[in-house]
């Protein structure tokens, strides 16, 4: 039993006012049924039915209950879809449109899915302790408190505006992150198990005194921020994971304090995004490379540009590509780093020039003891894709692409 104030419970006689259902003893009237409350176990009863009563208190023999509650229970007794407009603080009633609300336990993650159409769900708090999602066209009768599994999510609470339905989401100690996803039949949401507080870090390549490639009137640095941005706020906002920025500015960042931001946080991926620069003025497509030895000379040409940073760093150093080659072979993410190259490339290449996943030996990725990657993501020196680079939808595209592979590659991850 949940003791709540009384202020957010309704006494069942004031309730049956609002729903015209006559007062019984104990219960309602709608008709020739009967809805029955049983306090003493946590219960009510509609005929032979039985139901949950989760949010209740008794005041001077007067039974309370918490309004979502008690619009449930004035669905089953008159089988109306009754709701609790928690911004006016008042019950109204309209035709349900989830038709089905089904939780799922996986051991990998709890899948919520709702049936029904023209959802439009959109996340309005994400923290700690709670996940709420509002969405709108969804009007959900039958519960208001759903217990999750307890461990990758304790309780759903349904409550509903004028306009849709809230659902706040508890989460348990292996909550991870999630993903709504919008299927045939309405929507799912995928609550995947713990990252452990994990952070995808977006380092965005160059930036202040070192502006990356130029060409075509673009700046690398400057794209690169405009879509790590992108792809930070799909990150948070569609799939609930946490997003942590080498740089959110136009300012210098050394390569060793890209990697010392990894090193500070508990880093799941670590995806350094840059763009292309080459002679010939053909060549375009995105590209993604995770950190081994270059194979070929394109490789190596690439892995020399991104490197040429080095020259804009105080220390100086001279360190050659010998030493980072054996400096990664002791890198024990080198296959981690290649599935999420792999998993990112799927996506960022799908219906366009392809030129593959790569290999190389960037500096940015040398320390980082994680899976972590570097994309390309089109040339400058290429006159359509630089025009392309510089759109804000063609940004988000990509951005979106990018993000997608990330959770596909961490959904992987938890599997296993
Ligand atoms: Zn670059």
């Avoid at 959802?119 to 217990?147: C, E, M, W």
Wanted: charged content about 30%; overall charge positive.
């Amino acid at each position: 039993m949940v003791v709540l104030a009384l202020t957010t419970l309704i006494s069942i006689q004031d309730a049956a006012s609002d729903f015209g259902f006559r007062i019984v003893k104990g219960g309602w009237k709608y008709g020739k049924k009967v809805l029955v409350f049983h306090p003493p176990d946590s219960s009510y009863t509609v005929g032979s039915k039985k139901f949950r009563l989760y949010r209740f208190a008794i005041r001077e023999k007067k039974l309370y209950i918490h309004p979502d509650e008690a619009a449930s229970a004035a669905y089953w007794l008159s089988g109306k879809g009754w709701f609790y407009d928690r911004d006016r603080g008042r019950f109204f009633s309209r035709k349900p449109t989830v038709k089905r609300l089904v939780l799922k336990e996986f051991p990998d993650s709890v899948v919520l899915s709702l049936e029904g159409r023209g959802f439009q769900p959109s996340l309005i708090r994400n923290d700690t302790s709670l996940v709420s999602l509002h969405i709108r066209g969804a009007f959900y009768p039958k519960y208001s408190y759903i217990r999750g599994d307890g461990n990758i999510l304790r309780t759903v609470e349904i409550s509903h505006t004028s306009e849709g339905m809230v659902l706040d989401l508890r989460r348990g100690k292996g909550f991870g992150f999630f993903h709504v996803q919008e299927t045939r039949n309405g929507l799912r949401i995928v609550l995947f198990r713990g990252l452990l507080g994990g952070v995808v870090v977006l380092d965005p390549g160059h930036g202040g005194k070192d502006p990356g490639a130029v060409a075509n009137g673009l700046r690398e640095k400057d794209i690169t921020l405009s879509v790590a941005r992108k792809v930070r706020h799909i990150l948070e906002k569609e799939y609930g994971l946490r997003v942590v920025m080498t740089r959110d500015d136009d300012r210098f960042i050394s390569l060793a304090r890209r990697s010392e931001i990894a090193k500070e946080n508990r880093t799941l991926v670590f995806v350094s995004i840059h763009c292309n620069y080459s002679r010939n003025r053909k060549a375009r497509g995105p590209e993604t490379y995770f950190l081994s030895t270059a194979r070929t000379s394109h490789e190596r040409a690439v892995e020399l540009l991104e490197n040429s940073v080095i020259k804009y760093e105080m220390e100086g150093r001279k360190d050659d590509i010998e030493y980072i080659v054996s400096d990664m072979l002791q890198n024990a993410f080198m296959k981690e780093s290649q599935k999420l190259a792999l998993s990112v490339h799927r996506h960022l290449a799908r219906g366009r020039s392809d030129r593959g996943v790569r290999q190389a030996g960037f500096y940015v990725l040398r320390k980082i003891y994680a899976p972590s990657i570097l994309v390309e993501l089109g040339y400058l020196s290429n006159k359509k894709e630089a025009r392309l680079l510089s759109s804000k939808t063609y940004q988000w595209e990509l951005a979106r692409r990018i993000a997608r592979g990330i959770s596909e590659y961490l959904q992987e991850y938890v599997r296993r």
